[in-house]
């Protein structure tokens, strides 16, 4: 059975930093795409990073610049490193992996999706 578990949220203060990490189970992803999504109260789940087989990345476009997605693939693990971090950031983050080694920013590109992480940004 395949797992994403994602850890490292938490509150932190506006300029601030965090780095969440996705550890997957049951299979390996080496050869496939990973991504984060977030979803703040009240609104849709929302593409925020991916990163492809071969290292490719995509970012959403108000996370360009601040956000860094990378991946373990001998640790089966993905990070998301957040950087100086805005009240707007403020979601569950939640990481998904891909049956491909491609995958984007639709939803429906993922096969496998985390419980996802409280990431809380004060200003």
């Known amino acids: 059975q395949v797992r994403l578990v994602e850890s490292g949220g938490g509150l932190v203060q506006a300029g601030g930093s965090l780095r969440l990490s996705c550890a997957a189970s049951?299979?390996?992803?080496?050869?496939?795409?990973m991504g984060w999504f977030r979803q703040a109260p009240g609104k849709e789940r929302e593409f925020v990073s991916s990163?492809?087989?071969?290292?490719?990345?995509k970012y959403e476009d108000s996370v360009n610049g601040r956000f860094t997605i990378s991946r373990d693939s001998a640790k089966n693990t993905v990070y998301l490193q957040m950087n100086n971090l805005k009240p707007d950031d403020t979601a569950v983050y939640y990481c998904?992996?891909?049956?491909?080694?491609?995958?984007?920013?639709?939803?429906?590109?993922?096969?496998?999706w985390g419980q996802g992480t409280q990431v809380t940004v004060s200003s």
């Open positions: 998904a992996a891909s049956n491909k080694g491609w995958a984007g920013r639709f939803q429906y590109e993922y096969n496998f």
């Open positions: 990163i492809s087989w071969n290292g490719g990345t």
């Open positions: 049951g299979r390996t992803f080496s050869s496939e795409a």
